[in-house]
């Protein structure tokens, strides 16, 4: 191992060198911990010394008898004379909760077979992204309750995306922690997958099998702070090693410890985990979260920017970028801090895109609205694109908007149960058609009415009730409509790529766009007002195919499918749209 790169926060392959490593002559354990008075490998329960080596700060220790599958932790005795049992912080695998050792692992035990997709797979810029966020034990249920493993899972949940028109997969996080209510998100295991799904092994099966299905694969990556556990990183060899030593910036909102990026040693380990999932078991991407708490301390703009933790993002995705050009970084930011997606070489972050919270916000809370009330509230939904064009935006509905009591997308729809749907399939059509890449969360395409449970699967059922199952087949509609035309994703980046046709009809909340592609053209037309509206823009001459209208009856709609609300005469683009409707048209 480079010993200066890791010191000084440059290292990005720290796991080859620390962790357990099965060789020929038995397993080699290693670990960092320059405060610690001497350290003991907890094999079976009885304790065996490591020697020091290198600098004096890392410890080693080479057994003939722990083959994969072994469990093991280290015994770390503090110069107060007492002593913690940890795992090891690099470990590769850990125990079932709530048992917490870790597991020897050999991550050369699965043979991938993904090659094409990893030569040609991109980080999407000018490519349909439509990602599909789920978490892994909530998705679907055996009949007895119990979670399928991440290979019983492979197949089915393929199919499902493939089915449903969405190209990405993102996973809440799947690297090891120990309370189910925090979703993987305070971590005890940054290297370890969890276990509640299975081995290593079986992670890269699902991984494998999504990609031999043309489905890319992201998921969250936590690096702004972690698990107070004693028996993971909190004061790892008796100090603070990870963390701040002070708790004024040292503890987050959630009670959990902020990793100190200010040391290399900590940049090294966090820059390594990400590489580790990119490297090891083929993931396409990396969504940080809560990225604000690394860019100003304790995520309060009022307190000022945490120059290391900038250093610290920057450096890890220049170094991603360069060793995984394909790969999708993508930020979790609700702030104002500027460049989150300008190139790390041009002063900025490096991430491909963020996260638009603040679209998200006014969407919902327009949609919230009761009708009476919207006009006033108009241009929620034209703000967004003052200000689209500062970075590289996507646009979620994700599991932080249906939890906590902030009822379902659907269910967030001004009115009664029936008055929901008609609403919801027009949000989600406006939606698809603004500029930006697109996640959704699972649930929502069925049109689930019940707040996420981690616990609990999805409710399938839903299908069986007509509303639901016309709205599921709309959003399969839209999703495909999305992948296969150009001028939705084409020129994301470019303000060619969209015009308004008309956002000021206040009164009749009636919004008109077009997006381009070259030569290629599609219109969108939205009325969000509870009454049925006309409207007339001024387009290039030439005809007009609808290519979707949500109120057609299939979806559950009152239109025949296929009869057209808009024509195009001359050089106007004119129609009426039923109340809390929407149409998509191309124009030719």
Partial sequence: MDFYGFYTGQLFDAYEFLGAHPGVEGTVFRTFAPGAAGIDLLLDGQPRPMHKMGDGNFYE???????????????????????????????????????????VRDLGEYTFRDAHWMRTRTDRRNEPLNIYEMHLGSWRRKPDGTVYNYEELAGPLADYLCESGYNYVEFLPLAEHPCDESWGYQITGFFAPTSRYGTAAQLMALVDTLHRRGIGVIMDFVPAHFALDPYALARYDGTALYEYPHNDVGVSEWGSCNFMHSRGEVRSFLQSAGHYWLEKFHFDGLRYDAISRILYWQGDERRGVNGNGVEFLRTMNRGLKQRHPGCLLAAEDSTCFEGITRPAEQGGLGFDYKWNLGW?????????????????????????MMYYYKERYLLPFSHDEVVHGKATILQKMNGGYDGKFPQGRALYLYMMTHPGKKLNFMGSEIGQLREWDPAREQDWCLRSYPNHDGFYHYIQALNRLYLEEPALWQQDEDPAGFVWLDCHRESQCVYVFERRAGHRRVAAAFNFSDKPQTFAVPVQPGTARVLLYSDWQPYGGMTPEGECPCTVA???LEGTLAPFSAVLLRLE
Avoid: W
């Fill in 61 to 103: 220790l080479t057994v003939p008898d722990a083959p994969p599958g072994t469990p093991y932790e280290y015994r770390i005795h503090t110069r107060d004379g007492q002593f913690t049992d940890h795992c090891d912080p690099y470990g590769f695998g850990m125990d079932l909760r709530p048992a917490h050792r870790s597991i």
């Fill in 570 to 572: 001359g050089q106007k």
């Fill in 360 to 384: 998200m916000h006014d969407t919902l809370s327009f949609l919230q609205t009761d009708p009476e009330y919207r006009p006033d509230n108009y241009h929620k939904l034209t703000f967004s």
